[in-house]
């Protein structure tokens, strides 16, 4: 396996900072990786690396304004949107189409990272996809007592700081990075909203293809995650109307833990549970023969 350091241009001249983790030999596939919110890629090191030992191509990379893909101009920061985290994963994937042309395309979204898929034009060229612990984010559909954390963290942690600031400054109370006051308003736009950013489609939301995604989606959620729960799952994936749909509830008992919640699932005491189950997701949907075909599911309403 090769690392390599890389930097993606997005349309509108951000840099975006990424790993190239290479299988040495024929891969399986190409997979591109979006981390979750204020997360950097670093946390996901291990968990990628385990992909590409088993065959695959992984491009883990950061959103604008996370991490390595920071601009220095404070302005061009704080002016930073959830949609611009769209056109990112756009750019990772057209980057990924041209540097790859011979392999299938795959997708793996950690929370926001799978809930913006249905943002990108070009969703074309996936053959599958694989979310983890990915949900819709209305804050009053977070189980207790976390949802009070969520109306805190939503409506008044940015009217404390975003009007003196221009963002969000989490990285110093250690819970993520600093996030941009747009993108940050945005959001909470969004976690005010019953149907969270389906409310805002056609509306401050001009593109959307989620009724037009036609492939597989394997979603997993953890029993224990305050914020991507047996709600807000359903309520993201009812959305992707064409898509194949599986869902699998990991439950911490199950692999002898007390919890796991919304981020455990990349913890290297599950890389004999949970990480081979992705990895036999990812050489399914390159598969001819794949299809869920869980019509139930699909179905579900709220």
Known sequence: MKELKINIPTPDGFELAGILYEYHGAPKAV????????????????????????????????????GDSRPSDKEDFAA????????????????????????????????????LVGLMPNHHVLKG???????????????????????????????LTVPFLGYVPVKKMKIMEDLPGALMLEWREWCNSENYLFDFLDKSIPYNAYDKLAL???????????????????????????????????RPADFGLKQ?????????K?????????????????????????PAFKKTTL
């Not at 983890?132 to 009217?159: C, E, V």
């Not at 919640?261 to 990349?266: I, P, R, S, V, Y």
């Open 31 to 66: 997979v591109q990786f979006n981390i979750g919110t204020g997360m950097r890629k670093g946390f996901y090191t291990n968990f990628a690396r385990y992909l590409a030992e088993n065959g695959f191509i992984v491009c883990l990379w950061e959103y604008r304004g996370m």
């Open 80 to 115: 930073i949107t959830m949609q611009d985290w769209a056109i990112d994963m756009r750019a990772v994937l057209d980057f990924l189409e041209s540097r790859y042309p011979d392999w299938p395309k795959l997708m793996i979204g950690h929370s926001i990272g799978g809930q």
């Open 129 to 159: 996809m694989v979310m983890i612990t990915a949900s819709t984010g209305t804050w009053w559909r977070h189980t207790f007592p976390y949802r009070l954390k969520s109306y805190f963290f939503f409506n008044i942690l940015p009217a």
């Open 216 to 250: 597989p989606i394997k979603a997993y959620w953890t029993t224990d995650d305050p914020i991507a729960n047996a709600v807000t799952v359903p309520a993201l994936l009812r959305h992707f109307r064409k898509a194949d749909i599986m869902t699998e509830a990991i």
């Open 260 to 268: 796991i919640g919304h981020f455990g699932l990349f913890s290297r």
């Open 270 to 294: 599950l890389k004999t549970q949970f990480w081979t189950k992705v990895v036999a997701d990812l050489e399914a949907m390159v598969s001819t023969t794949l299809t869920y075909n869980n």
